[in-house]
């Protein structure tokens, strides 16, 4: 009888609820969706690296490097400018949010992930270089991310991409060159799971917002043949699983502050790349094309009232609200009018006259920002 209930209890611990050493976590402050599409999906020989960023700051403004940057960049950002940004050389770069893990960077006297990524948007052209960066930071120990969680580093130029994943003393790379790359805020690269200590809720979010992101990018492919910069403005707006789905949370979600869509112009990088940006909540404004040949950006853009505006909209109407059609029929029009410029500046460029094609490009986009601004009034 003894051995009896000792075989009892035993199954009685191993089936019984487990208390596990962190709590089921909420949402974190930086809870973001990102990913890669390469030019064997973009039908016109370009790739684009597109990110939600989920976080509590909510005043978004577009930066520009400053005249004595070593090389010139756009971004969004808040305090530190760098949360989404692509360079003249044709590098662009974002940071997700990884896991909950054994070993978080801790220490608030090192960098932010936006400092890093302000530091390789100035002295990297390349995503492989980008790569070199991080590590050289990496290893250097100058690094940190509040929150208790490591980091996710997407680095895309012309020709290739990288996802980085790393905890404060471990990271691993993971390279592409076709199709797609998603990530939330799980790790994907080998090795990386033995560092986590995400709940399973957390884990079953991240995934889910991932399989949107995925199922989304596909069903562009199935519809156009291609993925475009429009589609992926329509997917980041995407707030709503699937009906059968245990989880509520979409690629678009309360926490969703900015997007941007950054597009990598294979041939002339420094003048017809450009960054698609939301300052605010995807649902709440338009996308606003900035060139990274850009002098000049509306006074709205760049002092955080755009951004306020957009905040707003959001408090009066509802994260969930529809989004107003004549604001898609404006991106799509726009849209067809950009490209157009694009294609003009193209033509300049070919016969060396770049100065041209800057202002066209620059007037082409300064047009359709006042355009914005009276539309969102």
Not at 25 to 40: A, G, I, K, Q
Not at 250 to 256: D, I, K, M, P
Not at 350 to 373: C, F, H, P, Q, T
Request: hydrophobic content about 40%; aromatic content about 10%; charged content about 25%.
């Amino acid at each position: 009888m003894k051995k009896f209930w000792s075989v009892v209890a035993f199954f009685g611990t191993l089936f019984a609820p487990q208390v596990f050493a962190f709590e089921d976590d909420p949402e974190l402050d930086h809870e973001c969706t990102s990913w890669m599409v390469f030019h064997d999906l973009t039908g016109n020989n370009t790739n684009i690296l597109h990110k939600n960023r989920d976080a509590k700051e909510r005043d978004i403004a577009v930066f520009i490097s400053p005249a004595d940057s070593p090389r010139k960049w756009i971004a969004i950002g808040t305090d530190i400018p760098t949360n989404m940004a692509i360079n003249a050389s044709g590098l662009a770069g974002v940071m997700n949010s990884g896991e909950k893990c054994i070993d978080p960077p801790t220490d608030s006297s090192k960098k932010r992930t936006p400092a890093m990524l302000q530091v390789i948007m100035e002295s990297c052209d390349t995503a492989s270089q980008a790569v070199d960066k991080l590590k050289e930071l990496h290893k250097a120990g100058d690094y940190w991310h509040a929150g208790g969680s490591g980091s996710i580093f997407f680095f895309l130029d012309r020709n290739e991409g990288y996802i980085c994943e790393m905890t404060a003393k471990n990271m691993t790379v993971s390279s592409y060159k076709e199709g797609i790359a998603v990530r939330a805020n799980i790790w994907q690269n080998p090795g990386m799971y033995k560092y986590s200590r995400s709940s399973v809720k957390s884990y079953l979010n991240s995934s889910a917002r991932a399989y949107v992101a995925i199922s989304g990018l596909n069903q562009l492919l199935d519809k156009n043949g291609k993925i475009t910069v429009e589609g992926i403005f329509d997917l980041s707006r995407h707030c709503r699983m699937p009906e059968d789905s245990s989880e509520k949370r979409s690629v678009c979600g309360r926490t969703t502050n900015s997007s941007a869509s950054l597009e990598l112009d294979s041939q002339y990088p420094d003048v017809l790349s450009t960054g698609y940006f939301t300052l605010g909540h995807p649902r709440h404004t338009v996308y606003l094309p900035v060139p990274v040949c850009v002098e000049k950006v509306l006074p709205a853009m760049a002092d955080f009232s755009w951004s306020k505006a957009v905040c707003a909209r959001f408090d009066k109407l509802g994260f969930d609200a529809p989004v107003p059609e004549k604001w898609l029929a404006f991106e799509k029009e726009y849209m067809t009018k950009y490209n157009a410029a694009k294609a003009e500046a193209r033509k300049l460029l070919d016969s060396g006259k770049r100065a041209e094609a800057v202002k066209l490009i620059n007037d082409a986009a300064a047009e359709i920002w006042n355009d914005a601004a009276a539309l969102l009034k």
